[in-house]
């Protein structure tokens, strides 16, 4: 044993813990008490405000059969060589046929499948489990030459094609796995729901309506529905294409159960020719220009349809060399006696034109697409192939394509309410067999809810001066800030912008002080060089702050005022928060004036005055310490959220924010903290972070600390703190209201 444990700790293995120790037989142990949470019920709804009617992007739903109880059943779908298929696509194939096939043994029952491992029916099927074969056919197009790649034959031009068909069988086990009843939906709206099945329920339903979708052909991403419809598409650049469609759920709501749909946007590759897919994505104009390597990397995977065969294919790689000069054998027929002859070599190019019949006029020199497999490839002549549609693009988006993304998606409130509307006539749910056998029925009109106005919140602003907002608006022209700050030290920089910047560091310096902010003149104004524009952004910030180094000898200034030449989308943006932010830690302010002004100054008065450390303004309630609960006992707000990656990058890390309330009483103070995570992670990791030392590296001790600070209210120890109050709020996804009166998007 001596030995042993010598060699654990020579390659680092802790030693075991000693053994706890003996209780001796007097003594009872006892049992902590857990403590118990209880979730707060709400006292009551709001009174106050000017009452409205609105309408809200949601459709009433009546349950008719109350009783409904959807059975789930487990799919598994085995092929030929007893392998579990994965594939969604697939899988709605088999199942399709199977019921095509096998109905009248499933009693005629129709049901919704989730394109993978589960699917539902209204009431039992006659068995709790069943096995059957389902065959699937496809029928491919093929001459009696063989493809470019494999060996053949050639053929004279113009003879006609003749089809076979490949079949593959497939064994389809159904599995008995669970029931959810329809009425826990109704229990869930009394608050009765005891056993929590009403989220099952409604997950039911929501397949229902992808299952709805898929048999109509429409793309589907999670509940939104995208159709194959040109007249949805709208282009973004580099070969993407926005789509719109439709999200579409049901919702418990106060109501009763009701239908959300709303507008919905995903991107997809612009179908059409290779050829013009490669050069809007690389942004040029001849194809003698394209970089192949990455043409490559864009096309796997990806699906053409061929122009002489008619036939989907998946891209698996490009050709090594140009069409013109990939060889590949075919097997030729003696001319009289017809048998198999010698085998050549023959290039792509002569394939399809000799042979083939089928004039090329650009492809000769372009490599070729394979469509066949790793060890058997089949190469194809780029301009017989077309990209086609409704294939997803998942990567991520340029700062110029999300912009146009935005701009084109924008709808006016009738506009939308009409696109709704018009969605919801066209689906004709009410017909779908699954949600027949429910006789559930949905209205056609969007629903209207009553809203109400609140009074809008004054501020006191410097001189202890009322702030009354105008059409919405709070206008802080002549104007004093509650708290000025002080400028001593700063310095404008400008990236190649056509302006003025001695001009605007005069009248920010007038219209601060017309606010109470003493501003002094800046150490430096600094012009980018002609020649340093052509390089990189990030090499552009650097040359920068090498010439704000020298300018500045005394010391990093206080603050930068940095004029960008693009008012959005600005690729100097980016580097140059990170540079002074991050690396430098000095408080900048980007710019980029059209017409300055008095009311533009002021905007950016006030960020400057809050990032420095001063106060804008003070709600008026806070100011005359009006609100209840919080003025007498020290109270901090803490709130969450979690930022993920965009679509496509998978690599980035998520960001958790919490900001926290400080300067008690005051609400409208705040600070963030910040950490990063692993990606996609909803949970936050850092709120508690406990130390080898016993201490805690946490988000929470860090914004506690500074709330007792800010606040003069001592540090307490934590065990002293109150059990805390948190209040949920969800996010209202796809939720809009619209005023009916003024019609005006109110969320």
Not at 133 to 158: D, H
Not at 170 to 187: M, N, Q
Not at 409 to 428: G, N, W
Request: glycine content about 8%; hydrophobic content about 35%.
């Amino acid at each position: 044993m001596e030995k042993v444990a010598g060699s654990q700790e020579a390659f680092g293995t802790p030693p075991l813990p000693p053994p706890p120790p003996t209780i001796p037989p007097n003594v009872k142990p006892e049992q902590v008490a857990t403590p118990k949470y209880s979730v707060i019920s709400r006292c009551g709804v709001g009174s106050t405000g000017r009452r409205i009617p609105l309408l809200t992007n949601h459709f009433k739903v009546s349950v008719g059969f109350t009783d409904a109880v959807f059975y789930q059943y487990s799919v598994s779908i085995i092929s030929e060589d007893n392998r579990a298929v994965e594939g969604k696509g697939i899988g709605r194939k088999l199942i399709d046929r199977l019921y095509q096939t096998y109905s009248s043994e499933l009693a005629g029952k129709r049901f919704a499948y989730d394109g993978e491992k589960s699917l539902y029916t209204v009431g039992p099927l006659p068995q709790n489990k069943f096995e059957f074969q389902v065959v699937l056919e496809e029928s491919i197009p093929k001459r009696e030459t063989g493809s470019p790649g494999g060996t053949g034959n050639p053929i004279e031009t113009g003879k006609r094609m003749r089809c076979s068909f490949q079949s593959k069988t497939f064994k389809v086990e159904l599995t008995y796995a669970a029931k959810i009843p329809l009425r826990s939906i109704g229990l869930a709206l009394k608050g009765a729901d005891q056993e929590n099945t009403s989220q099952d329920a409604l997950r039911v339903l929501d397949i229902i309506l992808r299952q709805h979708a898929a048999d109509r052909g429409c793309l589907l991403v999670r509940q939104s529905f995208f159709h194959d419809d040109s007249r949805n598409f709208t282009d973004i650049g580099g070969g993407v294409t926005g789509l719109r469609g439709f999200h579409s759920s049901f919702r418990p709501t106060q109501g009763g159960l009701s239908l959300n749909m709303d507008v919905s946007t995903t991107m997809i590759l612009k179908p059409g020719p290779v050829i013009d897919f490669l050069l809007a994505n690389q942004n040029l104009r001849e194809h003698r220009y394209i970089d192949w390597l990455k043409a490559k990397r864009m096309l796997k995977n990806l699906r053409v349809k061929t122009r002489h065969r008619n036939r989907e294919c998946k891209i698996i790689g490009l050709s090594d060399k140009p069409c013109n000069q990939q060889y590949f054998p075919m097997k030729v027929k003696d001319g009289e006696s017809g048998n198999e002859g010698q085998t050549v070599e023959i290039t792509v190019f002569d394939y399809f034109t000799r042979h083939c019949g089928i004039e090329l006029s650009y492809s000769a020199y372009l490599p070729c697409l394979d469509v066949g497999k790793p060890k058997r490839p089949n190469y194809l002549p780029l301009e017989l192939c077309s990209l086609v549609s409704l294939q997803r693009y998942t990567k991520a988006l340029s700062s110029m394509q999300r912009a146009s993304l935005v701009e084109k998606s924008r709808q006016k409130p009738q506009e939308r309410i009409r696109t709704l509307t018009d969605a919801m006539k066209s689906y004709c749910y009410d017909g779908d067999p699954v949600l027949a056998a429910c006789r559930i029925s949905i209205e056609k009109q969007l629903t209207q809810v009553d809203g109400r106005v609140l009074e809008t919140p004054k501020l006191k602003v410097g001189n202890s001066d009322d702030c009354i907002p105008r059409n919405g608006r709070w206008n802080f022209n002549n104007k004093q800030l509650f708290k000025p700050t002080r400028i001593e030290s700063w310095a404008i920089v400008n990236f190649s912008a056509r302006c003025d910047i001695s001009y605007i560091s005069r009248e920010l310096i007038n219209c601060g002080r017309a606010k109470g902010i003493h501003i002094e003149r800046p150490q430096t104004l600094i012009e980018e060089d002609a020649q340093c524009r052509r390089g990189s952004p990030v090499e552009r910030v650097e040359k920068m702050f090498k010439r704000l180094e020298e300018k500045c000898p005394k010391g990093k200034p206080q603050f930068i005022l940095c004029v960008l030449p693009e008012r959005k989308n600005s690729e100097i943006y980016g580097p140059w928060k990170k540079k002074s932010l991050c690396d430098c830690g000095i408080v900048t302010q980007c710019v980029s004036p059209v017409k300055v002004n008095d009311q533009y100054l002021t905007n950016v008065l006030l960020k400057i005055n809050s990032k420095l450390g001063g106060i804008n303004s003070l709600l008026a309630t806070e100011h005359f310490s009006r609100i209840p609960l919080i003025n007498s006992t020290p109270t901090i707000i803490l709130g969450m959220d979690v930022s993920h990656g965009s679509p496509g990058r998978s690599d980035i890390p998520s960001i958790a924010a919490v900001v926290g309330s400080r300067c008690w009483p005051l609400i409208s103070r705040y600070r963030a903290s910040v950490r990063t995570q692993s990606p996609k992670l909803e949970m936050i990791d850092a709120l508690f972070k406990p130390l080898e030392d016993g201490s805690d590296d946490g988000i929470i001790r860090e914004l506690l600390v500074d709330f007792f600070i800010s606040s003069n209210v001592g540090l307490p120890t934590f065990s002293k703190l109150e059990q805390p109050m948190f209040i949920a709020k969800k996010k209202p996804r796809h939720i809009c209201l619209e005023d009916c009166i003024n019609q005006k998007v109110m969320l």
